[in-house]
């Protein structure tokens, strides 16, 4: 530094104490710019300088410039622009006060800068961005301001040197304004590479900056692209300064990049495999709470983002990731997102499943469409399983997601029920995950689960499932909020059996764990135990029957010493409660009987020591009470049962010599047990037994021409004691049948002969008061359970296979191959009798089908009887015969005039059977029941054997085979057995939906390929009988149709079916045209079959032309089996037009995507979209024209005729909704497939339904009183109702005429969006030809009763609607 710069500088320090500025200004003025740079880069370049001399510099000349001195702006520019250049370059400690000092005093002066001045300090800051891509810290806050102003400043003329970036190539000198000025600094700095640690400095200037729309989505793109050059740490800051930036706009876009960023990332690191890899993964998920956070606040400050964000996950439902998913669920915790988000996503979820469901069942199109592109339970997954670390701020949304899930599936809605449950089981995993992992949620959980079951909503029942797998999961974690489930046991009085027995069986492990929740419900169950009401009594009773049955199978199961005594004294407390039940009312008695009786049939109850001693002793001292003298034929004494004065059972004692004979039984097969003596439980049975062999009617003071009717006094008593003795009867039966040590054959066929010869009288005689019968069978006055009857039935209706077989899978220890050969040909006398065996299959039929809820028939027991109901007596008939007469044995054969053959109670128990698998989604175990059955099928196990799909798909085929080869054997033998066949064609249809289900879904090649075998030979069959010597039947032809209908989509060709799905890739697939003629060729000829019938019930001669040479036999379609089988193809028709509507709404879908996918610059057609829509368009039309062959042809009954209408208005539907999709997808142009459906739907088709319509309700009611027209004509009640009748009937086709409306609607639209007329397509006129008048329609009393008119119905001339019908508002 030079003297004379020395001088200065002590000058300007000296008027600087002095606070004298104007005149430190006047002296800045005279001297040179390189000057001021000087001073002021030796101020600031000394690390020990404080920066007072450079204040004083900027004071100064912005006192100059105060004072008016015409140099002051320039020098004042000049020390700003010196002091920019130098924190530029400097390298000094940002945060220090010098540097402070110096912004802070800049930005003061910033308002008296000129213009010039500004455009250099601002491009200066830009090229040293360009140079070390970073900003100055210091400048954080003057930046913004600068170049906010720099945008203000008017037209500047500047030249090549100010800025050499801006002036044009030619031009020397160029004016430019401010606004353009700042709009080139911002799209310089955006091209310009950032330096990763000054990042976020760069983007928190560029957004506090005032943009344009265009400006705000530039800096987003870059700062984007900025994100993925930089360390996860540093991400959070990065979104939250697009978040803030989001509110100059843009926000969808913002939102789109954030979300798309961390879907990238998520994919490159979710499959990781190195240690470092799974560091990042965990690393990652934390960052990703972190932002979830930013976005939850940056939300609540502004709610449009949040409406942005609901607007991104819609558009892209289809490809959300769990980043978003988990953003979603943050945002449900806004009280004003709540509601949009839970639906949202619920509808996403539900979605997704019922759209695999649904692709899983169409072959016809699956090839054609792009898989799904997120998976809903991997989602839920993902976030559950991330929540643990990160996410956890989700947790609580994630729950309430999935109890609104829960509860809106247990609703009726539009979703398939396979999506419903799938679901279902979907959340409820879900929440025994959050449950385990998080404790801040269990409180939440349990109160949200007592709250449904307290106010039993819909999905109550889900929700004690859930809760049972919770306490079962970990009793501990469970046990802190007990009081939680006390408090809700107020409200037990007020529950269902079915809801109590649920509850009581969840908590059940806190009842023995927890001394004061066991007292509590104990207290609870004692009191309503005790109620005035019998229903609360029932209730209560099926709860403390719950309890007694969580304990004994507790004991049974392996447990400590210590454990084990403190179960056995709650045991024994509970059978103390259950005690004093027994001494109430009649009615309790008899339920608590029922319900003990069912208890004994389980093995854990059967080998409780501590159980059938308890109750050995109450019922041996209870039968002593009716027990009556050895001199008497009969054992009991029944007057003791019935009041002699109100007639009424004062003693269930037919429930209770039932229960007592299962305690008989328990106690002889215990080894811990052995009574003796002539007291003994086994003695006193043999003694019962045989008297009651011996006794007659006249014993028990009956007489079979007695007086039974309920409307009398001595009917209500003989009708009761005849009930007793009958129950009583049933239970020596069934202990004499299971009984191991008294066995005689023949004891059991002299009391089933009482049974039957009493069962009779009372069926015959017993009427109400109107004289109707009361009891339709025997079957409904025996007690007889359910595994009684299975083990008797395994008997006499032997499997020949296991008979003939030492290895097969049911002969192993205790019931080896010797024993079942041994012991069958020990009960032939039982299987001789065809009553017996009939009686033992209608009461497993009744006990099958007769109960619901939680007391059902657990699904081993159901297998179980439908392995009996085939292997023992169906499969008789399945096997071909050459004479043609089926060669069964002597039960089977025999038929009886009044009942049931045994062959069709047992196609009825296998229907029975299949219904209820079906109604539990396990009906896949039906066929491995009955063609492979093992022990582990027919024992209690939640989890069913593992078998290969290839086995799998053999056995249902061998079962289908088996029962096609039964069901055509019994055709065979028509008309005897032609109710047997109708029976056995419901089950076949039942399994082949469900193996056409399994086909589809299958992806083993060999299972594939004998499922369709097994199914195109099905169908094929099927329609064979359809052209045979078959009784006209109704039931019979609605069968064989449904079977043919399920079969259907198995008509393709094999390599069509057998055609894997496209994996998100755009291949073309050829359209083969003649896919669906083929596939749906035999339907054809059944509708082709029908229609000729019906011309000729209606006398209309068939065209020779069209006569077929295999025609079918026509004897069997009549004027009553038509109308059920245009039922059956109305119901398949609107299946498949459900289909047609899912594939339409699915163009949608694979248009966008190949949108996404295209390059941007290509504008050739969406090959992979025309194809999806070929192909609903070829759909459509193969089904039009089966359509067409009924349209054609008049119905013989006006039922048919109305499914033939309901036919054509489902399908203008379908249509109307294709031609709603291409509305949304313009892209889409019209091709030759749907004009060729839109001139045979709009054109030929309404041509016919218009005859069809005209003869229906064209003919003339009749003239009125030509005399006196006014005259009011009375109509007689009947005349009115047929007139009512046809009015009715008229809405239907009103309904149809909106559809069309409908139809043609979207058609112009369409037409008008392409620029394609189509209006020459639409042949009939809806305003003129659709016209219903009533002054002309047919009345069906006018033959009988004459011709009258009504006045008011006159004056109507036509019914027309000019708004939608009620039926149609959904639509």
């Not at 085979?961 to 005897?976: C, D, H, I, W």
Request: charged share 20%; with cysteine; aromatic share 6%.
């Amino acid at each position: 530094m030079t003297s004379e710069d020395t001088e200065l500088t002590t000058q300007l320090a000296a008027l600087g104490r002095t606070k004298a500025y104007v005149e430190a200004g006047k002296l800045l003025s005279e001297q040179e710019d390189d000057v001021v740079y000087k001073l002021v880069e030796d101020d600031l370049s000394t690390d020990a300088g404080t920066g007072a001399l450079t204040l004083t510099l900027i004071k100064g000349s912005s006192a100059l410039a105060e004072s008016g001195h015409t140099s002051g702006s320039s020098v004042l520019g000049t020390v700003c622009s010196a002091c920019v250049g130098q924190i530029c370059e400097d390298s000094a400690d940002p945060e220090t006060q010098k540097w402070t000092a110096i912004s802070d005093t800049l930005l003061q002066v910033l308002p008296q800068l000129g213009p010039r001045s500004i455009i250099d300090i601002a491009f200066r800051v830009l090229a040293e961005l360009k140079t070390s891509g970073t900003l100055p810290t210091p400048l954080a806050s003057f930046l913004p301001m600068l170049l906010d102003t720099l945008g203000t400043i008017g037209s500047v003329e500047i030249t090549s040197e100010d800025v050499s970036a801006v002036a044009a190539e030619d031009d020397v000198r160029v004016t430019r304004t401010g606004s353009e000025l700042k709009a080139y600094w911002i799209e310089s700095a955006c091209s310009y590479k950032w330096h990763a640690q000054a990042s976020v400095r760069v983007c928190a200037l560029l957004r506090e900056l005032v943009l344009t729309e265009a400006q705000v989505e530039r800096v987003a793109s870059r700062v984007q692209r900025q994100m993925e050059c930089m360390e996860l740490m540093e991400l959070p800051a990065m979104v939250y300064q697009l978040l803030l930036l989001s509110r100059h706009g843009s926000k969808r876009n913002i939102v789109s990049g954030i979300f798309t960023f961390f879907d990238n990332m998520e994919k490159q690191l979710k499959d990781a495999h190195s240690d470092d890899e799974r560091k990042r993964w965990r690393e990652l998920g934390d960052i990703e709470g972190t932002i979830m956070l930013h976005i939850s606040y940056g939300i609540k400050q502004d709610f449009e983002l949040g409406d942005a964000l609901i607007a991104f996950a819609k558009e892209s439902s289809d490809s959300l990731s769990s980043f978003s998913f988990a953003c979603l669920l943050s945002l449900a915790r806004i009280h004003r997102f709540e509601d949009n988000v839970t639906v949202l996503l619920r509808t996403q979820l539900l979605r997704c499943m019922h759209d695999e469901d649904m692709r899983v069942g169409m072959v016809w199109v699956r090839p054609y469409l792009l898989e799904s592109g997120s998976d809903a339970q991997e989602l839920l997954h993902a976030v559950v399983e991330r929540s643990s670390y990160g996410w956890d701020q989700v947790t609580q949304s994630l729950i309430q997601l999935c109890l609104n899930t829960m509860d809106y599936t247990a609703r009726r809605n539009t979703y398939s029920p396979v999506a419903c449950t799938q679901a279902r089981q979907t959340c409820t995993r879900v929440l025994q995950t959050a449950f385990a992992t998080h404790e801040f949620v269990r409180g939440e959980i349990v109160d949200q689960i007592m709250n449904r079951v307290v106010f039993q909503t819909k999905s109550h029942m889900h929700f004690l499932d859930l809760l049972q797998l919770l306490a079962a999961n970990d009793v501990d974690t469970v046990r802190p909020y007990s009081t939680k489930i006390i408090d809700a046991l107020d409200s037990i009085s007020v529950m269902s059996s079915r809801t109590l027995e649920g509850l009581v069986r969840a908590i059940a492990p806190l009842f023995f764990d927890d001394v004061q929740f066991r007292s509590s419900l104990i207290l609870v169950l004692r009191k309503i135990l005790f109620a005035h009401g019998v229903d609360e009594r029932r209730v209560a009773l099926s709860g403390l029957f719950v309890l007694i049955s969580c304990a004994a199978q507790s004991l049974d199961c392996e447990a400590g010493q210590r454990q084990s005594n403190a179960r056995l004294a709650v045991l024994l407390e509970v059978l103390g409660l259950l005690r004093r039940c027994l001494t109430q009312q009649p009615e309790i008695r008899k339920a608590a009987y029922d319900q003990l009786s069912t208890l004994l049939d389980e093995p854990f109850a059967r080998n409780n020591a501590a159980l059938l001693s308890t109750l050995h002793g109450i019922f041996q001292t209870e039968f002593m009470k009716y027990q009556a003298d050895r001199s008497h034929d009969s054992p009991i004494n029944f007057q003791l049962c019935v009041s002699p004065t109100t007639h009424k059972v004062t003693m269930p004692v037919a429930s209770f010599m039932q229960c007592f004979a299962k305690l008989t039984l328990a106690l002889e097969s215990s080894s811990t047990l052995g009574p003796s003596g002539s007291e003994s439980p086994s003695s006193i049975w043999t003694d019962v037994c045989t008297r009651f062999s011996r006794a007659q009617m006249e014993d028990f003071e009956l007489d079979a021409n007695g007086d039974f009717a309920l409307d009398s006094p001595s009917g209500v008593r003989n009708n009761n004691t005849a009930r007793l003795v009958i129950g009583c009867i049933d239970a020596a039966i069934e202990y004499e049948l299971c009984s191991t040590t008294n066995t005689n054959p023949a004891l059991v066929v002299e009391l089933f002969s009482k049974f039957q010869r009493f069962s009779d009288v009372l069926c015959t005689r017993c009427v109400d008061e109107r004289k109707k019968r009361v009891i339709g069978s025997a079957s409904e006055l025996s007690h007889m359970t359910l595994p009684t009857t299975l083990n008797v039935l395994e008997l006499v209706l032997s499997d020949p296979r296991r008979m003939d077989n030492p290895d097969h899978a049911l002969n192993c220890a205790p019931h080896d191959h010797t024993w079942f050969v041994a012991h069958t040909s020990g009960v032939s006398l039982w299987a001789a009798n065809t009553a017996f065996v009939r009686h033992l299959l209608e009461i497993a039929l009744a006990r099958v089908t007769e109960r619901a809820g939680m007391c059902e028939e657990p699904t081993h027991r159901v297998l179980h009887l439908a392995y009996i109901a085939y292997s023992g007596a169906l499969a008789a008939c399945a096997r071909p015969l050459e004479s043609g007469i089926l060669d069964l044995p002597a039960n089977l054969a025999k038929r009886s005039a009044k009942a049931r053959s045994i062959l069709y109670v047992a196609a009825e128990s296998l229907v029975a059977c299949t219904s209820v698998l079906q109604s539990r989604g396990k009906l896949d175990l039906l066929h491995v029941a009955v063609m492979r059955p093992q022990l582990m099928l027919f024992a209690p196990n939640d989890d069913p054997p593992t078998i290969d799909a290839l086995l799998d798909a053999q056995y249902a085929s061998a079962l289908i085979t088996g029962l096609r080869n039964t069901s055509e054997q019994m055709l065979a033998q028509k008309p005897v057995m032609a109710r047997e066949a109708t029976t056995v064609l419901t089950s076949l249809h039942a399994v082949c939906v469900q193996l056409s289900r399994t086909g589809n879904c299958c992806s083993n090649e060999g299972a594939r390929a004998v499922i369709y075998k097994t199914m195109n030979e099905t169908a094929r069959w099927a329609f064979s009988l359809v052209g045979g010597e078959l009784p006209g039947d109704a039931n019979l032809l609605r069968n064989i149709t449904m079977v043919l209908t399920s079969c259907q989509p198995f008509l393709q060709p094999e390599t069509v079916f057998a055609r894997p799905p496209l994996q998100l890739t755009f291949v073309s697939v050829p359209v083969d045209v003649r896919m669906d003629d083929y596939e749906l060729g035999t339907l054809s000829r059944l509708i082709g079959s029908i229609c000729t019938a019906s011309r000729l019930l209606t006398n209309i001669e068939a065209d020779p032309n069209e006569t077929d040479e295999d025609e079918p036999n026509l004897g069997i379609f009549t004027a009553r089996t038509i109308p059920a089988l245009v039922t059956v193809l109305a119901a398949w028709f609107k299946a498949e037009l459900h289909q047609v509507d899912w594939a339409s709404t699915q163009l949608r879908r694979m248009s966008t995507s190949e949108l996404a996918e295209r390059p941007e610059n290509d504008a050739e057609d969406l090959v992979m979209s025309i194809q999806v829509e070929r192909r609903v368009c070829g759909r459509i039309h193969a089904l039009s024209q089966l359509l067409l062959q009924l349209l054609s042809t008049v119905m013989p009954t006006q039922a048919a005729t109305d499914q033939v209408i309901r036919m054509f208005h489902d399908l203008h539907r379908s249509f109307a909704h294709l031609t709603r999709t291409k509305l949304q997808c313009v892209q889409v142009p019209i091709t030759e497939s749907y004009i060729d459906c839109l001139s045979l739907i709009c054109s030929t088709l309404n041509t016919h339904a218009h005859s069809m319509i005209i003869d229906k309700y064209g003919a003339l009611v009749g003239s009125a009183d030509t005399e006196n027209p006014k005259k009011k004509t009375k109509l007689t009640s009947s005349k009115s109702a047929g007139k009512s009748h046809v009015l009715r009937n008229s809405t239907l086709v009103s309904s149809l005429v909106y559809q069309m409306e409908l139809t043609e609607k979207y058609v112009g639209m369409v037409a008008a969006k392409h620029k394609t007329p189509l209006a020459h397509y639409l042949k009939r006129s809806l305003a003129r030809d659709f016209r219903i008048e009533r002054d002309r329609l047919h009345d069906p009393l006018q033959d009988t009763e004459g011709n009258s008119l009504d006045e008011e119905s006159a004056d109507t001339t036509m019914l027309m609607l000019d708004s939608p019908p009620p039926d149609m508002l959904d639509d």
